[in-house]
T-cell receptor
Framework: DTGVSQDPRHKITKRGQNVTFRCDPI?????LYWYRQTLGQGPEFLTY????????KSRLLSDRFSAERPKGSFSTLEIQRTEQGDSAMYLC?????????????FGPGTRLTVL | GNSVTQMEGPVTLSEEAFLTINCTYT??????LFWYVQYPGEGLQLLLK?????DKGSNKGFEATYRKETTSFHLEKGSVQVSDSAVYFC???????????FGAGTRLFVKA
């Protein structure tokens, strides 16, 4: 069990550029989540996948945001036409439907800075 | 909707002091409750959890009891160490839901 990994760990971009982040969940986990965390706040839910199906999206996820999990393993989160308000830590988590409770395990996050 | 409220920080304690971080929640049904910890420069780590009323979660000397009658899940530790300095997040996952809802976090500083 190597844990959830995310790439890159840091991304600096200029306003208007597109960015893409990758998340590799714990290998046997079939559920994958994206969250956003701004300074001084707790993580806020963005979207959720079970296997390759995207089952829930937050209203926080505007049409500039898109997430995929094409083979039910890794996932990508793309932000188009970035804005300064998109600057945040983007967290990925994974969990399994087996076991007594659906506990989510988090990756180290990708810190996005939009200049 | 579901929500979590936890005490504002920062909390500053001396080493070996007793720690309490208050957390209350609003939820329908029987949510699962969690405490996560975020050490400086690191990601969120699950500290402990409780899935039903009166359950006590414990780990690394930390404890929290799921109190349905007071809708609370306060975090306690009898003797804190400098290495416990971190941000602590209370969280819940609703019955049948997918997302975890987090409080705003409480920063703890422990002085030697």
């Amino acid at each position: 069990d190597t844990g959830v990994s995310q790439d890159p760990r840091h991304k600096i971009t200029k306003r208007g550029q597109n960015v893409t982040f990758r998340c590799d969940p714990i290998s046997e986990h079939n559920r994958l989540y994206w969250y956003r965390q701004t300074l001084g706040q707790g993580p806020e839910f963005l979207t959720y996948f079970q296997n390759e199906a995207q089952l829930e999206k937050s209203r926080l996820l505007s049409d500039r945001f898109s997430a995929e999990r094409p083979k039910g393993s890794f996932s990508t989160l793309e932000i188009q036409r970035t804005e300064q308000g998109d600057s945040a830590m983007y967290l990925c988590a994974s969990s399994s439907t087996s076991g007594e409770t659906d506990t989510q395990y988090f990756g180290p996050g990708t810190r996005l800075t939009v200049l | 909707g579901n929500s979590v409220t936890q005490m504002e920080g920062p909390v500053t304690l001396s080493e070996e002091a007793f720690l309490t971080i208050n957390c209350t929640y609003t939820a329908t049904g029987y949510p699962s409750l969690f405490w996560y910890v975020q050490y400086p420069g690191e990601g969120l780590q699950l500290l402990l959890k409780a899935t039903k009323a009166d359950d006590k979660g414990s780990n690394k000397g930390f404890e929290a009891t799921y109190r349905k009658e007071t809708t609370s899940f306060h975090l306690e530790k009898g003797s804190v160490q400098v290495s416990d300095s971190a941000v602590y997040f209370c969280a819940l996952k609703g019955t049948g839901g997918f997302k975890t809802i987090f409080g705003a976090g409480t920063r703890l500083f422990v002085k030697a």
